[in-house]
């Protein structure tokens, strides 16, 4: 079996309008069932995201930025993840939206949120504390969100829990060493879960781009460079089978034994 997913790494300015119209753009000119964009879509400043820029674009999941991708991806019947500036109540979440077929299928709130490198996130965004994970044509996906990479008990939780694989909507800035943990986190995440990972990420700028799907071998099939562009791949979902049967790790794993050790700390 085969899912073909496309890749889309742009640069999202601070006009969100402009940012919409770029999304259901490519949606229309997809030749893939799945349409994949980075982290930030709704829009970033020229110097970076801001608490104000982000109070002044949230929505709710009701809003005119969903409502316009569910049209744009029920004429294709298609699917599509992309990132949005999720306004509940008081709070505002850095999400990731799954939508198939003009329905909401799954929205994940970033949980572990960029406090690094000189950035807080935390103080613009609330953090999620809820796993997403949903079955697409039989297999299943877990979403997650940029610096959630850096953190390997989400995803081997996922695993656990089945995930084929992982779609990692990202803005990874630019900044020494960058490429390299990029690299090395996107491909480590998808290997030791024996998973294929689909990270997208923003690019010039402010971000490094470098988009790309790593196997659950841990290779890397197709990868972007720093420019602007749409990527498509046929995910062959029979390397996920042959990856578990050579290198069995989530079936000799001890989740118990985990469990016992971090309660000794937790």
């Known amino acids: ?5 496309r890749l889309h790494q742009y640069t ?4 969100k309008l402009e940012n919409l119209n770029k999304i259901t753009s490519l949606i229309e000119d997809s030749d893939a069932y799945v349409d994949i964009f980075p982290e930030y879509c709704m829009g970033v400043p020229e110097g970076g995201l801001t ?3 982000v109070i002044e674009n949230a929505e709710s999941i009701e809003g005119n930025f969903v409502n316009k991708i569910l049209e744009c991806v029920e004429k294709r019947s298609s699917i599509a993840i992309f990132t949005m500036y999720l306004r509940e109540g008081d709070n505002i979440y850095n999400a990731a939206v799954l939508v198939d077929k003009g329905k909401v299928k ?3 709130k970033k949980i572990h949120l960029f ?4 950035y807080l996130e935390s103080s613009i965004f609330s953090s999620g504390n809820q796993v997403s994970m949903i079955s697409l044509n039989g297999i299943k996906v877990g979403l997650a969100v940029c610096f959630d990479l850096r953190f390997p008990e989400l995803f081997r939780y996922m695993a656990y829990k089945g995930v084929d694989a992982f779609v990692v909507p990202s803005g990874w800035y630019k900044g020494k060493f960058k ?10 995440r998808a290997h030791e879960n024996v998973s294929f990972l689909i990270a997208v990420n923003q690019t010039e700028p402010l971000f490094i781009g470098h988009s790309l ?10 990868e972007c460079a720093s420019e602007e562009r749409s990527l498509t791949i046929k995910l062959d979902c029979s390397l996920i089978k042959k990856a578990r049967e050579t290198i069995p790790v989530i079936k000799l794993s001890k989740p118990s034994l985990y469990k016992k050790l971090y309660s000794k700390i937790i």
């Open 179 to 188: 490429l390299e943990q990029w690299k090395t986190l996107t491909t480590c």
């Open 213 to 222: 799907v790593a196997s659950p071998f841990g290779d890397v099939p197709k």
């Open 106 to 108: 799954s929205i994940y």
């Open 51 to 53: 608490r104000d820029y």
């Open 115 to 118: 406090d690094a490198y000189g």
């Open 12 to 15: 999202f300015h601070s006009n």
């Open 1 to 5: 079996m085969y899912l073909p997913v």
